[in-house]
């Protein structure tokens, strides 16, 4: 099914275009199959950034939102809708993240699909 639209044309410049954000992406993190977070977040961060420092400086504290959440308990990452291997010490350019790229992790949590299931 296509999009209807009443004009044929969108003049508008994209706020959230590549080129409005320097060395900096957007990029949007989900934790899969929890209620607490029922939508990705999306944090600007600089695409030299190390893994590691994006994991305890940007989700980790994100994450943190939810009573349950413990990072050791993290896995299963997924980066545009591929597995992905990360290593702390690699750049999130390094690991392919791009500009509105969607990284998805899953953890144990009560707020999640499991407990109403479970």
């Not at 989900?30 to 029922?38: A, P």
Request: charged share 20%; with cysteine; proline share 6%.
């Amino acid at each position: 099914m296509g999009v209807r639209a009443i004009v044929d044309t969108y003049e508008y410049p994209s706020r959230s275009a590549q080129e409005n954000y320097g060395d900096d992406l957007l990029v949007h993190v989900w934790w899969q199959d929890n209620l607490w977070f029922c939508s990705a977040g999306c944090f600007r961060v600089p695409q030299a950034m190390a893994w590691g420092d994006f994991l305890s400086g940007v989700v980790y504290p994100w994450a943190s939102g939810d009573p349950d959440f413990d990072p050791a308990t993290v896995h299963d990452w997924v980066l545009d809708d591929a597995p992905l291997e990360a290593s702390e010490g690699k750049t999130l350019a390094e690991l392919g993240v791009g500009h509105k790229s969607l990284l998805e992790f899953r953890a144990p949590s009560r707020t999640g699909r499991e407990a109403l299931v479970g």
